[in-house]
């Protein structure tokens, strides 16, 4: 794609102010506004998608629950946890959603194969998995052509909060992470460097912009 692929670090923030500042940069982008993906990790929230069904937060506990607008059911994000949100123009990219989410997927797999993890998607559940256990989540909304939300990556983190929920609506669904997979603490700015690497290789950019993290929240 001719236009740049911007790129935010924001580090750790609560998830309302960005979700916010995602439907807004949504809804006052223009049709040159470059394409933007913003990695970060959030403080401990569940969010619940469209779908959602209430009896999939089975004990939130002082976690809060989130009430979101992006595909999917219940998700847990917290530290140790890399969250790329896609601001992306679908209808520009001449891509359709599937295939848009085949190719974040892909991005996934390779990221984790360089860290010497073998992965899968599945054509039925949205994400990655390893042996079974899903390491990656994807939420996507379209409106009028923009994606925003985007994927979730199980790195270095505490997995108990899943056991209070259903992830994504399947109940006993293990979830896994990277730093279990390599059996050692990894440096997650090193994840979202090849993370970056990744998404700017199967998204077909040309080229890619480092960007000020501060967004307007």
């Not at 990556?153 to 109940?171: E, H, K, T, W």
Request: one cysteine or more; a negative charge.
């Amino acid at each position: 794609m001719g236009l740049p692929l911007g790129f935010r670090e924001l580090g750790q923030v609560d998830y309302e102010p960005v979700w916010h500042a995602m439907q807004r940069f949504t809804d006052t982008r223009a049709v040159d506004t470059p394409d933007e993906i913003w990695l970060l990790e959030h403080c401990p929230v569940f969010t619940q998608g469209q779908a959602g069904k209430a009896e999939h937060v089975l004990f939130p506990g002082d976690i809060p629950v989130v009430q979101v607008d992006r595909g999917g059911q219940v998700t847990y994000h917290g530290p140790g946890q890399l969250v790329a949100y896609l601001l992306l123009d679908v209808r520009r990219s001449g891509m359709g959603v599937r295939e848009l989410v085949s190719r974040i997927e892909r991005s996934l797999i390779d990221l984790l194969a360089s860290y010497g993890v073998s992965a899968n998607a599945k054509p039925d559940a949205p994400g990655v998995y390893v042996d079974g256990a899903k390491i990656a989540s994807l939420g996507l909304r379209v409106r009028n052509g923009r994606c925003f939300h985007g994927l979730a990556l199980n790195v270095d983190m505490d997995l108990q909060p899943f056991q209070r929920i259903n992830p994504c609506g399947y109940a006993g669904l293990a979830m896994t992470q990277l730093a279990d997979q390599i059996g050692g603490a990894l440096d997650i700015s090193e994840v979202s460097a090849r993370l970056r690497e990744q998404l700017f290789k199967h998204l077909d950019y040309e080229q890619q912009q480092s960007l000020a993290g501060a967004i307007v929240c």
